[in-house]
C-alpha cells in the first residue's frame, strides 16, 4: 500500500480565519492548485476528443468499408481512453490528497484553539465544538481538493463539445447551446432558497449538540428532552424541504438534458436527408451531448456544494473569533 505524507500549509502565526472561501482554499492549497486545475484541462480536453473519432469511424471507416483504417481508429480510440482514464484518476487522488491534508490540519488547529479557549473559560459549549471539528469540518475541507478543479474540468468539457460542435455543424451545436441557458438561469435562484435552507441546519444541529452535551442526571428527564425533541423535528422538516428543492432542480434538468438529443436526431435526420451533413456527425454529436450533460450536472452540483461550503465557512469562521 501507498503511504501519503499530508501537506501542512505555511505557518504565519495568525490564527484569525481567512477572509473568504477562496482565500481559505488558497491558503489550504497553495500553488497545487496550478497542478491540480492544469491536470483539470487536460482531462477535460482529452473526454471530447472521441467524439471526433467516433465521428471518423462512421463517415471514413465504416461507410467506405475500410477495415484497415478501422483498426487504427479503434486503437487509437482505445489508448485515448486509457490515458484519460490514468490522468483522470491521478487527479482524484491529488485533489482527495489535498482535502485530507486540509481536514487533519483544521482538525488539530481547531482543537487547539477551543483547548486553549476552554482553559480561559468554562462559557465555551463542548457540544458545539464537537460538531464543527467533526463533520462541519470535514465538509469544508472536502472542498479545498476539487474546490477549482471540478469546475475546471467540466466547464472545459462543455466549453471544447460546444466549440466542436459548432465549428462542424452550427445548426446542431446551437441545440446544444440553447438547452443550457434554462439550466444556468434556474439554478441560482433555487440555490438562494436551498443555502438559506443550510444555514439553519447547521445552527439548529448546533444548537442540538449543545442541549445534548448539556444533559444532567440532576434535571427532569422531560424537560431536557422536550427542546432535543423539538430541535430533531425541526431538522426533520428542514431535510424534507431541502429534498423537495434539489430533486426538483435535477427532474428538471434531467428534463431539459434529454430533449437535447431528441432535437439533435430530428433537426440531424432532416439533414442528412437533405444531403446537408452525415450519419457520422449525427452518431457523434448525440454521443457528445451525452458526455456534455454529465459535466453540466456535476457543474450544477458544484455550485451548489460551493454555496454549501462558504456558509460553512462563514459559520466557522464565526466561531472562531
Not at 438559506?196 to 431536557?224: F, G, H, N, W
Not at 439533435?264 to 451533413?277: A, E, H, K, N, R
Request: one cysteine or more; proline letters at 4%.
Amino acid at each position: 500500500m501507498f503511504k501519503f505524507s499530508p501537506r501542512n500549509p505555511e505557518k504565519t502565526g495568525d490564527d484569525r480565519p481567512a477572509s473568504s472561501l477562496w482565500g481559505y482554499v488558497w491558503r489550504m492549497s497553495g500553488w497545487h492548485q496550478v497542478v491540480v486545475c492544469s491536470l483539470a484541462v487536460l482531462v477535460a480536453a482529452l473526454g471530447i476528443a472521441p467524439i471526433e473519432l467516433q465521428r471518423r469511424i462512421v463517415d471514413n471507416a465504416i461507410t467506405p468499408q475500410d477495415f484497415d483504417l478501422l483498426i487504427t481508429l479503434a486503437a487509437l480510440y482505445l489508448g485515448l481512453i486509457i490515458v484519460h482514464g490514468g490522468i483522470k484518476f491521478v487527479l482524484r487522488i491529488y485533489e482527495g490528497w489535498l482535502s485530507e491534508s486540509a481536514i487533519q490540519y483544521n482538525r488539530k488547529h481547531l482543537t487547539r484553539l477551543h483547548a486553549h479557549n476552554e482553559a480561559g473559560s468554562q462559557d465555551e459549549s463542548n457540544g458545539r465544538a464537537v460538531s464543527i471539528i467533526g463533520s462541519e469540518i470535514e465538509k469544508l475541507g472536502g472542498f479545498v481538493g476539487d474546490g477549482l478543479s471540478q469546475p475546471v474540468v467540466n466547464s472545459g468539457m462543455l466549453i471544447f463539445g460546444l466549440g466542436y460542435m459548432i465549428s462542424v455543424e452550427p445548426m446542431i451545436g446551437l441545440i446544444g447551446v440553447i438547452a443550457l441557458i434554462p439550466q444556468v438561469a434556474l439554478v441560482p435562484v433555487i440555490q438562494k432558497r436551498i443555502n438559506a435552507l443550510i444555514e439553519a441546519r447547521v445552527e439548529k444541529m448546533r444548537d442540538v449538540s449543545d442541549e445534548l452535551s448539556e444533559m444532567s442526571t440532576d434535571k427532569d428527564d422531560d424537560e431536557q428532552l422536550r427542546p432535543i425533541n423539538k430541535g430533531i423535528t425541526a431538522l426533520f422538516d428542514n431535510r424534507m424541504q431541502l429534498f423537495i428543492l434539489k430533486f426538483g432542480m435535477k427532474s428538471l434538468i434531467n428534463l431539459l438534458n434529454a430533449l437535447a438529443p431528441i432535437c439533435v436526431l430530428f433537426v440531424g435526420g432532416y439533414l442528412v436527408i437533405q444531403g446537408q451533413t452525415s450519419v457520422g456527425i449525427i452518431v457523434a454529436f448525440i454521443s457528445g451531448f451525452d458526455r456534455m450533460s454529465s459535466p453540466m450536472r456535476e457543474l450544477l452540483s458544484y455550485y451548489r456544494v460551493a454555496a454549501q461550503a462558504a456558509v460553512q465557512h462563514k459559520m466557522i469562521a464565526k466561531w472562531m473569533q
